[in-house]
């Protein structure tokens, strides 16, 4: 949960970032999480969440 949470969090930042310096049209945000919402309800959505997950474990894993 707290993955989420902070993940949440990092693409609001960046799609913040995005419409106040790339120019990021209001439009084109709301085109983005509705393409996000009806893809969390496909087929696909398991396999997209444990693909994050496993990035998510691979970045923790790494030393800096």
């Keep these: 949960m707290a993955l989420s949470v ?3 969090i990092v693409l609001g930042a960046l ?3 995005l419409y106040r ?3 990021l049209r209001a439009w084109h945000a709301v ?3 509705l393409f996000g919402f ?3 309800s ?3 959505a398991p396999q997209i969440r444990q693909g994050v ?3 998510a474990h ?3 894993g790494i030393k800096i």
């Design 6 to 8: 902070s993940l949440v």
């Design 42 to 44: 496909t087929s696909l």
């Design 58 to 60: 691979f970045l923790s």
């Design 21 to 23: 310096y790339a120019g």
């Design 15 to 17: 799609v913040y970032g």
């Design 31 to 33: 085109v983005c999480m």
């Design 38 to 40: 009806y893809l969390a």
């Design 53 to 55: 997950r496993s990035f």
